[in-house]
């Protein structure tokens, strides 16, 4: 797949984004020191949440392609075996 579609280039790009926000935020936030890193602590643990659930369909989504390509393969053998029969099969 190299049309940039991979589930892996959009997670790099949904974290990268993520911690983008979070420096801009620390940058940015009229916020006294304490309320900052609590903020940083709550909005890192549901980054790191969403790129838990991310992960987990990205893996679903590979498993799942990956038992069709087999199948694919399986029945392909078949195909094969039915348009080139050996002589075996031909006596």
Same mark, same amino acid.
């Given at each position: 797949?190299?049309? /940039?579609?991979?589930?892996?280039?959009?997670?790099? /790009? !949904?974290? %990268? /984004?993520?911690?983008?926000?979070?420096?801009?935020?620390? %940058? %940015?936030?009229? &916020? #006294?020191?304490?309320?900052?890193?609590?903020?940083?602590?709550?909005?890192? #643990?549901?980054?790191?949440?969403?790129?838990?659930?991310?992960?987990?369909?990205? =893996?679903?989504? !590979?498993?799942?392609?990956?038992? +069709?390509?087999?199948?694919? &393969?399986?029945?392909?053998? &078949?195909?094969?075996?039915?348009? +080139?029969? =050996?002589?075996?099969?031909? #006596?």
């Amino acid at each position: 797949m190299e049309d /940039g579609n991979h589930p892996s280039n959009f997670l790099k /790009g !949904f974290l %990268f /984004g993520s911690i983008l926000g979070v420096v801009a935020s620390i %940058f %940015f936030a009229p &916020k #006294s020191a304490i309320d900052l890193r609590e903020e940083i602590k709550e909005k890192g #643990s549901k980054v790191l949440k969403d790129a838990e659930v991310i992960y987990e369909e990205a =893996t679903a989504v !590979f498993v799942d392609a990956h038992r +069709h390509v087999e199948e694919l &393969k399986k029945e392909l053998v &078949k195909l094969r075996q039915m348009a +080139h029969p =050996t002589k075996q099969n031909l #006596s």
